[in-house]
């Protein structure tokens, strides 16, 4: 009989020991958070992706022949802003993920090529697309207005290829995690060398 209680009681201890919830690391997401974030991170990198592909595509129908004028109004409508608000959604989700999970943002290779991607294609945005797709639209309305055709410098295919190029390459790794640790990725696993 003392032998059935004290199964009884290590059976009851193990059942309690599989409820318990793993105890997370100081500063780590919970599972349901983390998801979140990356629901956020994943669906804005793709509009970032959708918005370059869809530049890519007025660009090269301007180029084509199609109306200069109204291609041109209309990549002003959405060439730059969107895309740094989706630019810089991802890059805040990236840093939130990065910095919630075991992967850091220094850790591992691939997630500081993607760190420096998307500070380099948000910063290109901002400084060189903008001026350029400001100019771009301004030139759009006067033709517009006096109806006449704008044509396009086929300079400007190459911001939607490069940018489209680098974002499906940081998807891409994120899939595939390539490369190994960093160096201070491998000192934090290790510890410091003496």
């Known amino acids: 009989m003392d032998t059935a209680g004290a199964t009884e009681k290590a059976r009851q201890g193990g059942r309690e020991r599989s409820r318990r919830v793993p105890r997370r690391r ?27 592909l869809v530049l890519g595509i007025l660009v090269a129908t301007a180029l084509l022949g199609g109306d200069g004028a109204a291609l041109a109004v209309a990549v002003a409508a959405f060439a730059t802003w969107p895309m740094v608000a989706v630019g810089a959604l991802t890059l805040a989700s990236g840093v939130v993920l990065g910095l919630g999970s075991r992967y850091g943002l220094v850790r591992y290779r691939w997630v500081l090529v993607k760190l420096v991607l998307n500070v380099v294609l948000v910063f290109l945005v901002v400084v060189a697309l903008s001026p350029q797709v400001g100019a771009l639209a301004g030139e759009g309305r006067a033709a517009l207005a006096s109806g006449g055709d704008l044509a396009f410098d086929p300079g400007m295919l190459f911001p939607p290829v490069v940018s489209s190029t680098a974002v499906a390459f940081a998807i891409a790794i994120s899939v595939v995690k390539p490369w190994g640790r960093t160096l201070r990725g491998r000192t934090a696993v290790e510890g410091p060398a003496h």
């Open 26 to 52: 100081a500063g780590r997401l919970g599972p349901r958070t983390r998801k979140a974030v990356l629901i956020v991170h994943i669906a804005a990198s793709g509009a970032w992706l959708g918005l370059d």
